[in-house]
């Protein structure tokens, strides 16, 4: 069983991965939202010139597209319900304003103010904005509890994951459904779709289960396990792929019928969880001590993320602008962008106050003299 001391590197890597596999699928967004390509003129391109994407990148999108919310969410679920038993609500609460509010309201102003006016967009950081939410309900949940469960508790802790994994897939139609066909993100401040936020919940509180229940972090671990879930998995993304209508609503055919709709997002709903559990079981295997390129990676996952947005789009329009193909396009734009982004963190957030918030003031490499 994992000492309460323990973390867990494999799972702090898959959350960071997952942040990081933002940058892959930004890449292609011109192929996937043409009408973006209208704003890119002055570097070559346009709409109508924007070709449909090919097999591979459409398999590649939808793929990440999948689970890689899915699974941010439930693994943040997980660490916060740890850090909230280990530390408190208080510091739980304390930490996640700074850290995802201040970060929210200082980058999505800066991108959104980039037309010259503000909007409210909330553009890529969506996922902040619902975490801050899901967070600060979870410290009014917990505050005033017992930081440690009895142990007579473990039992109905199994039993409420059980529940949950159970649920997940009649959820996620319904989810869907309120949303029109498919779950979808917040667009502003303001613009909060039901259906994504209460399906985002949804995983934070599975993963809150999760650690509840951690034992079962072993069992996800063991390689029968992994090679079952591993083909469910497969199949399901592949009966997923054949119901695909699009990426966000765009270049879409719709759907038949309601039956049709259905099966899509029952197939949807059982990729997502089942590439879930099977990544978490695979890197909870995988990565059991702290090693310097995870480290690094997982500094680097948020700041990155915060940044990459603009460099992405600006590289993406002047490849297709160049007239690239697409796998060139895309390798080319995730490589310069993550360079970028990762010079713009060292110069201007590692050793600057800006590291208070992102990385939080204790971690930070600039601290006042004499401070803890």
Not at 150 to 165: D, E, F, Y
Not at 228 to 234: L, N
């Amino acid at each position: 069983m994992t000492n309460e001391t323990d973390r867990y590197h494999g799972l702090d890597l898959l959350r960071s991965l997952a942040m990081l596999l933002g940058i892959v699928f930004h890449a292609p967004m011109f192929y996937y939202i043409p009408e973006m390509a209208d704003g890119f003129r002055d570097f070559g391109i346009s709409t109508s010139m924007i070709p449909e994407m090919e097999l591979w990148l459409q398999l590649l999108v939808q793929w990440s597209h999948n689970w890689r919310m899915t699974v941010f969410f439930i693994i943040s679920g997980f660490f916060a319900l740890m850090v909230i038993q280990r530390k408190g609500a208080a510091h739980f609460a304390k930490d996640r304003v700074v850290r995802l509010g201040l970060a929210l309201i200082l980058f999505a102003t800066l991108y959104d103010m980039l037309d010259g006016q503000f909007q409210g967009k909330l553009e890529h950081l969506w996922f902040i904005h619902h975490l801050l939410i899901f967070s600060l309900i979870s410290s009014a949940i917990w505050r005033g509890k017992s930081s440690t469960a009895p142990k007579n508790q473990t039992g109905a802790s199994n039993r409420l994951l059980v529940g949950l994994l159970l649920a997940f897939v009649p959820m996620r139609l319904v989810c869907d459904m309120l949303d029109g066909g498919a779950v979808s993100i917040a667009g502003s401040y303001a613009d909060i779709k039901l259906g994504g936020f209460v399906y985002f919940a949804f995983c934070f509180a599975l993963g809150s289960a999760l650690y509840s229940s951690k034992e079962t972090l072993n069992n996800l671990a063991s390689t029968t396990t992994i090679l079952v879930i591993g083909v469910i998995a497969a199949i399901s993304f592949a009966a997923t792929f054949t119901y695909v209508d699009g990426v966000f609503g765009h270049r879409r055919t719709p759907s038949a019928d309601m039956t049709d709709a259905l099966l899509g997002s029952a197939f949807a709903a059982v990729s997502a969880l089942s590439w879930s559990m099977l990544l978490i079981g695979v890197t909870h295997t995988l990565i059991k001590r702290s090693i310097k390129p995870v480290k690094w990676l997982v500094e680097l996952s948020y700041p990155v993320y915060l940044v990459h947005l603009l460099p992405a789009m600006i590289i993406s329009a002047i490849l297709i602008g160049q007239g690239a193909g697409q796998i060139t396009v895309v390798l080319g734009t995730v490589c310069a962008t993550f360079i970028i982004s990762v010079i713009v963190y060292y110069v201007l957030i590692k050793f600057t106050p800006l590291n208070w918030i992102i990385s939080g003031y204790r971690k930070s490499w600039l601290r006042l003299p004499g401070s803890r």
